[in-house]
């Protein structure tokens, strides 16, 4: 993937054009250096917290259409705790989990901000 961008985690759920479609968690990761020119640098402030709060509303842009989610939470796990996190990794249709790095002073990233939505 580019820095720039998000890029879809497969095999989990694809990207639709409408919630009722989805079949599993729609995932999408991107890069974030707290320097504003990569993709999820608009997700985390000066701190490398959440700028997305319970109630926000995510829009996903897809050939088949825009599907808006509202996040449900946010939470930050460290890099070696991420990938044994049940309840980031199952299956829920219609869900959406947004998964970037956090790094500070350019340095080398410990944690992971994931941000969890729904249709």
């Known amino acids: 993937p580019t820095l720039t961008a998000a890029y879809w985690i497969e095999p989990y759920g694809d990207p639709v054009g409408d919630a009722a479609e ?18 999820f640098d608009p997700l985390l402030d000066e701190d490398g917290d959440s700028t997305l709060g319970t109630g926000d509303v995510v829009e996903v842009s897809t050939p088949g259409g825009t599907v808006a ?7 930050r796990y ?4 991420l990938p044994d996190a049940a309840e980031v990794w199952e299956a829920v249709p219609g869900r959406l989990v947004l998964i ?3 790094q500070e ?5 410990t944690e992971n901000l994931v941000v969890v939505a729904r249709s």
Request: negative net charge; contains cysteine; hydrophobic residues 15%.
């Open 22 to 39: 989805a079949d599993n968690t729609l995932y999408l990761a991107a890069h974030s250096t707290n320097t504003g020119r990569y993709g």
């Open 78 to 81: 460290d890099k070696g705790e």
């Open 105 to 109: 002073d350019g340095g080398r990233s």
């Open 69 to 75: 989610y509202t996040v449900e939470r946010t939470q």
């Open 100 to 102: 970037t790095c956090t």
